[in-house]
């Protein structure tokens, strides 16, 4: 029966080595938008002759928030140990996960939230 309780008991979810999260905000109605980014599935190879300079993955993403509709594209490039060496985004701008949190962080209580 201890099989059973090991499988009934919860537990937080494991984020995978290969996954990392992407924060942007919207550059329209600045609306915080946290994108999850799996490394194997979602990265295109290059293929690239040996010695040729360049980017060994990239990754092409749109990203439309809740608030408006406004487009956010998004374009990294990664090396060949999946390291991310160059970022370019449009209709937006990247936030690091701090300010992400603390755009999106609830308000205390008892504090007005803004409306």
């Known amino acids: ?30 609306e915080a938008i ?19 300079e360049g980017p060994a993955y990239t990754l092409h993403k749109d990203i439309v928030g809740n608030r408006c509709f406004q487009r956010i594209t998004v374009a990294l490039a990664f090396d060949h140990r999946l390291q991310v060496i160059e970022r370019h985004i449009h209709g937006g701008t990247f936030l690091s996960e701090e300010e992400y949190r603390s755009q999106t962080r ?4 008892g504090q007005p939230s803004e409306a």
């Open 1 to 30: 029966m201890r099989w059973l309780q090991r499988l009934l008991r919860r537990q937080p979810p494991r984020e995978s080595a290969t996954v990392f999260w992407l924060y942007v905000r919207c550059g329209r109605c600045g």
């Open 34 to 52: 946290a994108v999850r980014v799996d490394r194997r599935y979602e990265l295109v190879s290059e293929l690239r002759d040996p010695g040729e």
């Open 106 to 109: 609830p308000p205390a209580a």
